[in-house]
C-alpha cells in the first residue's frame, strides 16, 4: 500500500543537507502534484538581548528571510512545482515546526535536512531527531 502526500513540509536552513531535503521535497511535489510549503525559522535565541527588543532589528531579519524565501519558492516553481507558498516562524526550530507549524498548516509529510546550518542546539541534540521522535505526521530525514 502507497501512501500519497498531498502537503509537503520542507525545512530550510541553507545547510547542505538542507538543500538536499529541499531538492528532494521539489520532486516529490512534481511527481505526485501535491503543494509544497517552504518553512524556515527565524531563532530569537541567536539575537543578543538588545537585538530581540528593537523591532527595527527583529523586523529587518525578517525580511532578508522573506527575500531569501521568496528564491527558494522561484527555485521550485521554475523547477516544475505548481502550488508553492513559504512562511516564516519564530522560535526554535524542531519545537515550532512540530508545536506550531504543523497542526496550523496539517501537512501529510515532513522534509528535513539531517543537520542544522547554524545554532547551539547542533552541539546538544539534533533538530531532526526531536522532529523526527516528536511530529504528528511522517517524517523523511535527509542525509
Known amino acids: 500500500m502507497s501512501t500519497t502526500f498531498k502537503r ?3 525545512g530550510v536552513d541553507d545547510s547542505a543537507d538542507a538543500m ?11 511527481q505526485t502534484d501535491a503543494e509544497l ?5 527565524l531563532e530569537n535565541d541567536e539575537m543578543n538581548v ?8 527583529v523586523h529587518g531579519e525578517r525580511d532578508e ?10 527555485q521550485a516553481q521554475d523547477a516544475g512545482a505548481k502550488h508553492v507558498k513559504s512562511i516564516i516562524a519564530e522560535g ?10 504543523i497542526p496550523h498548516l496539517q501537512p501529510d509529510l515532513l522534509i528535513i535536512g539531517s543537520i542544522a546550518k547554524k545554532g547551539i542546539a547542533r552541539r546538544f ?3 531532526a531527531a526531536y522532529m523526527a521522535k516528536y511530529s504528528p505526521i511522517s517524517v523523511l530525514v535527509i542525509r
Request: overall charge neutral; proline content about 2%; aromatic content about 10%.
Open 20 to 30: 538536499l531535503a529541499f531538492e528532494y521535497a521539489i520532486q516529490q511535489a512534481i
Open 65 to 74: 528571510l522573506q527575500k531569501h524565501l521568496l528564491k527558494y519558492q522561484k
Open 125 to 127: 541534540g539534533s533538530q
Open 37 to 41: 510549503i517552504i518553512v524556515s525559522i
Open 92 to 101: 526554535e526550530p524542531g519545537e515550532t515546526i512540530v508545536k506550531d507549524v
Open 8 to 10: 509537503i513540509l520542507v
Open 50 to 57: 538588545y537585538q530581540a527588543l528593537n523591532k527595527d532589528y
